[in-house]
């Protein structure tokens, strides 16, 4: 069993509950990105922003590895930021446009 933390885009969330499931179904822990009722960087002040992006580098702190939920290979700024974050803690990335067709 890995445990593994789900990032991406949040415009991926069907995509990210699906991979979530088969991933989980294969025994794996999964870590995802919290559901917040407000949408969007600009619904959230300054300080809540930080915070948010804090509890998630502390999801990738306990988990062997990140997955990345790269749709049509989009990789935004948080989720490029969270890659190099799981790097630099020499955690194993995985990406969605890989596994998708192989589970």
Do not use: W
Request: charged share 25%; hydrophobic share 35%.
């Amino acid at each position: 069993m890995k445990i593994i933390t789900v990032c991406g885009s949040y415009k991926f969330k069907d995509e990210m509950i699906q991979i979530t499931e088969k991933m989980t179904l294969m025994g794996n822990c999964m870590l995802t990105p919290n559901e917040l009722t407000r949408h969007g960087k600009d619904a959230y002040t300054k300080d809540e922003a930080l915070m948010i992006d804090k509890m998630h580098k502390e999801k990738i702190k306990l988990s062997d590895a990140i997955l990345v939920v790269n749709v049509n290979g989009y990789i935004g700024n948080s989720t490029n930021s969270e890659i190099e974050y799981a790097k630099l803690l020499n955690k194993e990335v995985l990406y969605y446009t890989d596994l998708i067709n192989n589970i």
